[in-house]
């Protein structure tokens, strides 16, 4: 186990009716005005837009509305929000909805405190002077974003996708309602739980070297709860209102992209994640999905560097028993990709409709690694023409 720093600030309000306290939460804030932000139409048609908005009302806070927040989140919105809530005097965010509206969310505080384009700062050419304050009111999980350090947005101008992470942008609070969940539909429910999946995967897979010691403590949570995360998505597949194991996914969602899986194994991977990342900038598709289309080229393509890896997840999340390391991890893959096509999620881009040109998976290539400047990943470090490969064998 190798040093490390964690720290969770984020004050977490969970269970049925958790929602009613957001107008109480906001006020302890000491804030003035409240931009609340969110997405498209579900919140207002499931009257939860209403509640929380009634709730800011009677503790008589001042607030203003910006909505239209899609999956992939533009830059475009990000821009729109900074300069309201430069104009309005806002000096507080309200998130409502899910990843993708918290990471609208943390752009845009961070674009009204900082002098400039707000785009600099996921180019990293700038680091941002702080961050409005943000709260979160959950209704998806998925990304995270709730408890993590991570904005994600995605700029319209060369459709490119790019993440930024920071202490300044954790929440302050999170309300977590597992019955907002329910409205979900099984694509955006199975999306978000291979989303948890791969958030822990991809701390679960660092490089050997770098790690001074086996972490019995921090493998074990990160195994129990990928298997969590597995059993209650197969329940939710026959039974979606099922509160128990909405509430256990929506705490796996948190716990998974907060830190905890990785405290003592360094930063972990993260390749998986830039990967799609370009297939998300590129054809617009749903991040979870997106995952699972490449996760298995991507692990076919790395897991020589370290069998025993490999072998590890099979033998202690599928009970896997080969005890040849090398068959075990090749079936360990087999078996979460079986998993992911028993939730409906795609196991290659082909499966997600997308025919992909060698011109299309050199431009994938070519912008991942950021024009040839930079490896990806740290298990294996993936340069262009790995990638290439990788793309391809994702588009069979």
């Not at 309000?13 to 005005?33: H, M, P, R, S, W």
């Not at 319209?156 to 920071?166: A, C, I, M, N, T």
């Not at 979900?184 to 948890?196: H, V």
């Not at 907060?258 to 360094?266: D, E, S, V």
């Amino acid at each position: 186990m190798n040093n490390f720093n964690y720290w969770t600030p984020t004050k977490v309000i969970f269970g049925k009716d958790a929602e009613k306290q957001t107008g109480a939460l906001v006020k302890a804030q000491n804030c003035k005005k409240v931009l609340v932000h969110f997405g498209g139409g579900s919140a207002k048609r499931s009257g939860l837009l209403d509640r929380i908005c009634d709730s800011l009302k009677a503790e008589h806070i001042d607030y203003v509305l910006l909505g239209g927040v899609v999956p992939n989140p533009r830059l475009s919105l990000v821009r729109e929000g900074i300069a309201l809530c430069k104009k309005e005097g806002v000096d507080f965010i309200l998130a409502v909805g899910g990843g993708s509206v918290l990471d609208s969310a943390k752009a845009i505080g961070y674009g009204v405190v900082t002098e400039g384009d707000v785009w600099d700062i996921f180019l990293k050419k700038v680091e941002p002077a702080g961050c409005l304050p943000v709260g979160s009111v959950l209704t998806i999980a998925a990304a995270g974003s709730e408890m993590s350090d991570s904005s994600v947005i995605t700029n319209e101008d060369g459709w490119l996708k790019r993440g930024y992470s920071s202490d300044y942008g954790r929440c302050r609070f999170a309300v977590m309602n597992p019955e907002l969940t329910a409205t979900l539909d099984e694509w955006q429910t199975m999306s978000g739980c291979t989303d948890i999946i791969m958030h822990t995967l991809e701390r679960y897979f660092y490089p050997a070297h770098e790690v001074s010691g086996e972490n019995m403590i921090t493998d074990s949570i990160a195994e129990g709860l990928i298997k969590t995360v597995i059993k209650n998505a197969l329940i939710l597949k026959d039974k979606p209102k099922d509160y128990n194991a909405r509430a256990q996914i929506m705490w796996a969602g948190s716990l998974s992209h907060n830190g905890l899986t990785g405290c003592g194994n360094g930063t972990g991977d993260w390749a998986t994640h830039q990967i799609e990342h370009e297939l998300g900038g590129m054809f617009d598709i749903t991040h979870g999905a997106g995952l699972a289309a490449v996760w298995g080229s991507w692990a076919r393509y790395v897991y020589k560097e370290n069998p025993e890896r490999f072998a590890q997840l099979a033998r202690n999340v599928f009970g896997i028993s080969d005890t040849d390391s090398e068959k075990a991890a090749l079936k360990g893959i087999e078996a979460m990709e079986n998993f992911f096509r028993s939730i409906n999620m795609p196991v290659s881009v082909k499966e997600m409709n997308i025919d992909l040109t060698e011109e299309q998976i050199e431009t994938l290539a070519f912008k991942c690694c950021f024009e040839k400047k930079r490896l990806v990943g740290s298990f294996r470090k993936l340069g262009y023409e790995d990638l290439i490969a990788i793309y391809k064998a994702a588009a069979k």
